[in-house]
């Protein structure tokens, strides 16, 4: 049969990745004998239609007509479902006699449900899809019963609905998937929305798929339905192959939700690595209470650079009601032990569970920092999401429309009145964007906490993290009180892409200095420490931003490469007392100085100067080309 | 599963060479990819197994595993610029220049 598989515009960015779910399933399909072409409509906006002002709706039509499938299957990320809806109704007026059928994380999670909304949708399977999806193409060409087809959801004759009991899952020994695509999908075409001087290469392969653990919030457990299961070895090793080869991708990000539980398979993964002695590293998730401290090093030396760890909460008691039970002296000793194998990691916290009170989120924002000045690249905020199948988004709990999420990840920016309309008239189709109700505060108080210490915790990890360590509980109670009285940050002024951004400091400082003002916790030594990190971390964003010492103005004195500036805080002290969680003490609070050294790329280094080494710089060249004292 | 202390990091292709040859007397492994101001010097006599891994821009990766009773030394290389520390928004943070326990 020909089947057309259909990805809806993804995000606003400006790489695309390859469709996993699409091309997983294409490439089962290929070898099965169908024929398939893979339409991802993320792509085509990214590369020609924003160009050419085309709409992601003509482009499709024009791909319905050319390839003139039996079938439409597509796929969505709660994010585009609304273009998958329209996508949906495009292909039924184009084609009243073809089958469509939608699956995904979105529609896969909701089955009967998006039936139901859908009317022009005429199956939806449910969960795992490439046994479903095969078992339907066959009846569909025989004229036999769907009825029976386990995971599917349909309409009998009458218009009602009809939800199939699942299989069993599949086991994951399939050969590589990317070879198998054939022409169903251009790879070259994505490799090439790399831009040019990009650090790293990077792609995603699936390694398998389940999580074991049962967290209340979490989605994708329960649609792979928490079973482990992991491609064989040889398999991975011989994609990333490929794709090195051919592509010249460089990273992988091996997705699978829970990689690491398997020790004895990342022990076997590690060994194909460093024996096939591939240029290449990668990344997947973890959690901070598998041990690796005996595989690490090994995991290093394969090519592991990063490992993402969702944290969520420093609450003991929000640990215990997500059924997550993270320790964070777990947290710690993993940071630590990566730090001193230099892999980096991705920290995530999410606040506004029901129940979490302002003084828990308090307590994250503080490991939050911590996370950050043990090592960990990247440091994540995030609201509660209520995406389904997730325990949480069928608890009932009260939740109201909330715009800001849309807007963080909607494919269009800015949002479409129109589509917001649409979206908060269907709380049930979609969940993950009404925020639920808490204690901690309203959503939009919610959504300025997180985007607020999202930020700052990049660009000002010292400054946020003695607040934290000073404030205490108060810390998200006092920063609510100022917003209240200063005004929201608004979400478009703030850059999201990934890097450090001295235009953000820009938005943000204002809001951080009135904070810091009326913070009346605060001793005035402590106050005076904040006003002096504030003051290193703007000028070393401005260098690291500009990359001219001489742009510097706050600098005593700079060099092409570097600048020194005053300060009034024992920098080398406060880094280890914020990473170690210990209180702050006024003795932090000394005169000194401090070099900003750019190493060459994107590495700069700081060191501390005592009060003689302050002075021998002051006279040193503004224009000289290095460090060099007088 | 056997355990050994290793030195795991980078060198460059020409020294990585050396290693396959089996003829060199003393080498400074780097912790990372790119040389930095700290490094673990290891010399032969340390060594009862090297393993040579993947190469790009010209280092490549290497693997020691040391002898039971074996020394090795960790070398700092700083100018007088003041106490380093860590600023996470300046830099990734690097591995430490030591020896590891290792699953082999």
Not at chain 1, 165 to 191: F, H, Q
């Amino acid at each position: 049969m020909r089947i057309l598989l259909v990805q809806p515009p993804l995000d606003a960015g400006s790489e695309a990745a390859p469709p996993l779910g699409l091309c997983t399933l294409a490439a089962h399909l290929k070898r099965r004998g169908d024929e398939v072409l893979v339409c991802d409509l993320d792509l085509e906006v990214k590369t020609k239609l924003r160009a050419t002002g085309a709409t992601y709706l003509e482009h499709c039509a024009d791909v319905l007509a050319d390839f003139a499938p039996d079938v439409v299957g597509l796929t969505s990320m709660f994010n585009n479902s609304l273009q998958a809806e329209r996508l949906i109704r495009l292909a039924r007026r184009r084609a009243p006699d073809l089958s469509i059928v939608a699956g995904g994380p979105h529609f896969g999670s909701l089955g009967g449900h998006a039936l139901q909304r859908i009317g022009d949708l005429d199956f939806v399977v449910r969960g795992e899809g490439e046994t479903s999806f095969s078992l339907l193409l066959d009846a569909l060409a025989s004229g036999t019963p769907v009825e029976t087809i386990p995971r599917l959801c349909g309409r009998d004759a009458a218009g009602a609905i009809w939800e199939n009991p699942n299989a069993p899952l599949i086991k994951m020994d399939a050969g590589p998937t990317w070879r198998a695509l054939g022409d169903s999908v251009d790879l070259a075409r994505y490799a090439a929305t790399i831009p040019g001087g990009s650090p790293r290469r990077i792609v995603y392969i699936e390694a398998g798929r389940g999580c074991p653990f049962a967290c209340t919030f979490c989605a994708t457990a329960p649609f792979w339905e928490r079973r482990f299961r992991v491609k064989p070895v040889g398999v991975l090793v011989e994609e990333i192959r490929d794709l090195h080869e051919r592509f010249g991708y460089d990273s992988f990000i091996l997705v699978h939700d829970l990689l690491t539980v398997d020790q004895r398979f990342i022990s076997r993964f590690c060994d194909a690595m460093l024996e096939a002695r591939l240029p290449v590293e990668w990344m997947a998730n973890s959690r901070t209470d598998i041990r690796m401290r005996q595989i690490l090093p090994k995991m290093k030396a394969a090519g592991c650079w990063k490992l993402f760890f969702g944290i969520e909460s420093a609450s003991v008691d929000v640990q215990r009601a997500i059924d997550k039970d993270l320790r964070m002296e777990d947290v710690v000793q993993t940071l630590d032990e990566l730090a001193e194998l230099g892999i980096a990691s991705t920290c995530s916290f999410v606040i506004g569970f029901p129940g979490e009170s302002a003084e828990d989120i308090s307590a994250t924002i503080d490991m939050a920092a911590r996370a950050k000045l043990l090592g960990a690249e990247t440091v994540q905020v995030h609201r509660l999401r209520l995406w389904p199948p997730s325990p949480l988004s069928r608890s009932g709990i009260h939740a109201v429309f909330d715009l800001e999420s849309l807007r963080i990840e909607y494919p269009f920016v800015p949002v479409p009145e129109e589509d917001a309309r649409e979206i908060a008239a269907d709380r049930q189709f979609f969940s993950g964007y009404f925020a639920p109700v808490t204690i901690a505060g309203t959503p939009e108080e919610i959504s300025q906490i997180e985007m607020f210490f999202h930020h700052t915790l990049a660009v000002a990890p010292f400054t946020i993290g003695a607040l934290a360590r000073m404030a205490g509980p108060q810390l998200i109670p006092s920063f609510k009180e100022t917003l209240s009285a200063s005004g929201p940050i608004v979400r478009e002024s703030l850059s999201w892409d990934i890097g450090i951004h001295y235009a953000n400091w820009a938005v943000l400082e204002p809001l951080l200095r009135r904070w810091v003002e009326k913070l009346g916790v605060l001793q005035e030594w402590q106050r005076q420490l904040v006003y002096g990190l504030m003051r290193y971390e703007a000028a070393r964003l401005q260098f690291i931003t500009e990359r001219r010492g001489d742009a510097v103005s706050d600098a005593f004195a700079s060099g092409d490469d570097w600048i020194a500036l005053d300060t009034t805080a024992d920098f080398v002290c406060l880094a280890r007392l914020l990473s170690t969680g210990e209180a702050l003490d006024p003795v932090l609070l000394q005169d000194g100085g401090v070099l900003v050294t750019h190493e060459g790329g994107d590495q700069f280094a700081a060191y501390q100067l005592s009060l003689e080494q302050r002075a021998s710089m002051a006279g040193a060249s503004r224009t000289s080309t290095g460090f060099v004292s007088p | 599963m056997a355990e050994a202390i290793a030195v795991t990091g980078y060198v460059s292709d020409k020294v990585a060479r050396q290693l396959r040859s089996g003829k060199w007397e003393s080498i400074d492994v780097h912790p990372e990819r790119k040389e930095g101001d700290t490094f673990v010097r290891v010399a032969a006599s340390a060594v009862r197994d090297a393993r040579v891994g993947s190469s790009k821009a010209g280092r490549t990766l290497v693997q020691l595993i040391l002898n039971d009773d074996a020394t090795i030394e960790t070398v700092v290389r700083s100018a007088p610029r003041g106490q380093r520390f860590f600023d996470p928004t300046l830099a990734r943070i690097t591995a430490a220049a030591i020896a590891n326990k290792i699953e082999i």
